[in-house]
């Protein structure tokens, strides 16, 4: 999760309805950036190295998953928001995807020995434990469904990839009937948990997320590099779908579809580096993403203003990229991390202010 310097906006009306807004250098971190500034960074533990960001449901705690270097257990630390202050890490053995439950009381992983685990209480103590579907092909993603009963968790590996729709009590799964002969890159699920976006290399599905069956597809001209996916998400009013890819000719393109119709609505074109995160704001009306995989470099968080066409706002968040963001679910706080670790967190709602 990274970054890169220096970016101002200036708009190219295309054919239809579609918009794309090209980036230009305007100085070394640009002017927007100079004006915003984080409220804290949030100490870490000795030896916890932290790769990635998000906050309970409940917007109590910023949470940092990472590691201790040369150890195999996963750590997930808590940050009280109000004194953002470290107060506790729990432990697990080489996780690689978690959730929080919708009442953040129960904590869900997955690890490499192809068990998931459900953790609750103040320590967050172990209190299930059960196979994942296909041992030895780990979950990279997991996402409760509303209600907490019900999860889904997401394989996207290239052998075996699969997607299941999980029963938390009784440990039985339903796979997603997609056909995973081309690579699947990301999926995102709307937050009622009616319907799924999945995207692959070249392709976008929307699919029925009860009946599991596909409503729209949409296929690009396999002419690569033009064409491939690599993020999705869906906006909390389920209008909208976000895709993150590359366009021609080698360009970094987010481009902002009809949820319902799979119609291309705007394009952002030229970004500096292959997003990372796409974020929507809890009224569907503003796009994030983070760019920057490099250590010595700076990375880029971005606001889009989709319905005007244009960046709201766009900053630097530190000097070793930023492959990690977390809007907290009131959007009142963002989380950013570096590739060095470090986490900032900073006064999203002031800066959305401040954009208008």
């Not at 434990?129 to 030895?136: H, I, K, N, R, T």
């Not at 080698?250 to 500096?272: N, S």
């Not at 889009?304 to 066409?309: I, L």
Request: aromatic fraction near 10%; charged fraction near 25%; glycine fraction near 8%.
């Amino acid at each position: 999760m990274l970054w890169i310097a220096g970016f101002g906006c200036a708009l190219v009306m295309l054919c239809g309805d579609i918009l794309t807004a090209r980036l230009e250098a305007i100085g070394p971190l640009g002017e927007k950036s100079a004006l915003f500034e984080p409220l804290c960074e949030l100490t870490r533990p000795d030896g916890h190295l932290t790769h990635g960001v998000s906050f309970t449901p409940d917007g109590a705690y910023v949470i940092g998953f990472g590691n201790v270097r040369r150890q195999d257990d996963s750590l997930i630390d808590f940050w009280d928001i109000k004194t953002r202050k470290h107060v506790r890490t729990a432990r697990v053995p080489e996780c690689t995807a978690c959730d929080f439950s919708p009442d953040s009381a129960s904590l869900l992983t997955a690890s490499r020995d192809g068990k998931l685990r459900l953790l609750r209480g103040r320590n967050w103590a172990v209190v299930d434990e059960f196979d994942f579907a296909l041992p030895g092909n780990r979950p990279s993603g997991i996402k409760f469904l509303p209600g907490g009963k019900r999860f889904i968790s997401i394989c996207l590996t290239l052998k075996n990839p699969q997607i299941h729709f999980w029963d938390l009590e009784t440990h039985k799964s339903t796979p997603l009937p997609a056909d995973f002969k081309e690579q699947a890159t990301s999926v995102a699920v709307s937050a009622d948990a009616s319907r799924l976006a999945l995207a692959y290399a070249f392709k976008l599905e929307l699919w029925d997320a009860e009946r599991l069956q596909v409503l729209k597809r949409f296929e690009h001209k396999r002419e690569p590099p033009a064409g491939l996916f690599h993020g999705v998400a869906l906006s909390p009013d389920g209008k909208w779908i976000a895709t993150s890819g590359v366009g021609a000719p080698h360009r970094q393109v987010i481009t902002l579809w009809d949820a319902f119709t799979l119609e291309k609505l705007h394009q952002f074109d030229a970004l500096p580096d292959a997003a990372r995160r796409l974020i929507f704001t809890k009224d569907s009306k503003l796009l994030l993403t983070c760019t920057g995989t490099e250590y010595d470099l700076p990375g880029r968080v971005f606001v889009w203003d989709f319905a005007a066409g244009k960046i709201a706002a766009d900053f630097a968040p530190g000097k070793a990229g930023c492959p990690s963001m977390a809007l907290s679910p009131d959007n009142r706080w963002l989380a950013t991390c570096g590739m060095d670790s470090t986490l900032r967190l900073w006064d999203f709602e002031k800066l959305r202010l401040n954009a208008k």
